[in-house]
């Protein structure tokens, strides 16, 4: 049992709906062994007034409420960079999507950060599934979020290559100093990049049978996968990456992935690799753990979880 007397990990979500966002959103808010104290937004995939407004409609759907803040509209201090060829102009694919059940909650998003840290102390985990900037603002104007916040689950990254840049994955590139900022933390970091999500693939047939469920949610994600399908076949993969929804997956049961526990430290200056999280997987460094970087994944087992997560709405 939490604080709040329900079951589940305390999480908050920090993303940037996002395609991949809101799948993932979809399933926190199914999970019984998740509970989702709230969602803080931050510019990425589109700009800060979409991802917050997708997020307010998106929690509106699950016939839920959680206190939906109003982060970041940019990164520290790099240009802004969109994801909205991958996500549409909405960034949900160019769905229209219901007018929100419910307004934004008036406190920023680190504000809220700090406080649902502070009254869950030790016993919250941010689920960050954007660029960083919110968690990197939050740990430089409150020092407390660092003693208070358990764990950090991240997608983001890679030890392998990029997606944005030959080098560099799009939510660390997006604001590599907010990223730098966070690995140096001293919180513990598990990062799910691409090395895994790259692999979670969910296929033409499986997206038929979600669709084939004709329930309203799955067929929402089936409708916003065509544009994410559009962008996933014109480079090449054999199935739809599904990021976000991976890591929250994660979030839900670690059996998913395997582990290497190493010291990871963000590039933020490098003219061809702005954005690289460079993970030291044989220690040759010699400086401590910071993260847990998944290397290994069970995609079977990891699109059972959210079958069963979207279609367990009416
Ligand atoms: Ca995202």
């Given at each position: 049992m939490n604080k709040n007397g329900a079951g589940g990990r305390n999480i908050i979500i920090d993303c940037d709906p996002g395609i991949d966002d809101a799948l993932a959103i979809f399933m926190a808010l199914a999970s019984?062994?998740?509970?989702?104290l709230g969602i803080t937004t931050v510019a990425g995939n589109v700009n800060i007034s979409h991802v917050t407004r997708n997020a307010l409609s998106l929690v509106s759907l699950t016939g839920k409420q959680v206190p939906v803040c109003r982060g970041a509209?940019?990164?520290?201090?790099v240009p802004r960079k969109e994801g909205g060829h991958v996500h549409g102009e909405n960034g949900v694919g160019d769905v229209t999507l219901p007018i929100p059940s419910f307004s934004e909650d008036s406190r920023p998003a680190a504000e809220f950060i700090r406080e649902t840290a502070a009254a869950n102390s030790g016993n919250l985990d941010l689920v960050a599934i954007g660029p960083l900037t919110n968690v990197a603002a939050a740990l430089v104007m409150y020092p407390s979020v660092k003693r208070d916040v358990r764990r950090i689950i991240m997608m983001g990254g890679a030890a392998g290559f990029g997606n944005v840049?030959?080098?560099?994955e799009f939510n660390i590139y997006a604001d590599p100093h907010a990223a730098a900022a966070v690995f140096q933390s001293g919180i513990p970091i598990d990062m799910y990049g691409l090395d895994v999500t790259n692999r979670a693939l969910i296929t033409e047939d499986e997206i038929a049978s979600l669709r084939a469920t004709g329930k309203t949610i799955p067929l929402l994600c089936c409708d916003m996968l065509r544009t994410y399908a559009d962008f996933y076949h014109s480079v090449g993969f054999s199935g739809l990456a599904l990021h976000d929804p991976f890591a929250l997956a994660c979030a839900i049961d670690e059996s998913l992935v395997e582990f290497r526990e190493c010291h990871v430290a963000v590039e933020?200056?490098?003219?061809?690799?702005?954005?690289?999280?460079?993970?030291?997987l044989h220690g040759v460094t010699g400086k401590p753990v910071n993260a847990r970087v998944a290397?290994?994944?069970n995609r079977d087992g990891f699109i059972s979880l959210m079958t069963e997560l979207l279609c367990s709405y009416d």
């Open positions: 019984s062994r998740l509970n989702v509209s940019g990164p520290f201090l840049t030959p080098a560099a933020t200056q490098g003219t061809l690799t702005r954005g690289k999280t460079v993970a030291d290397l290994e994944l």
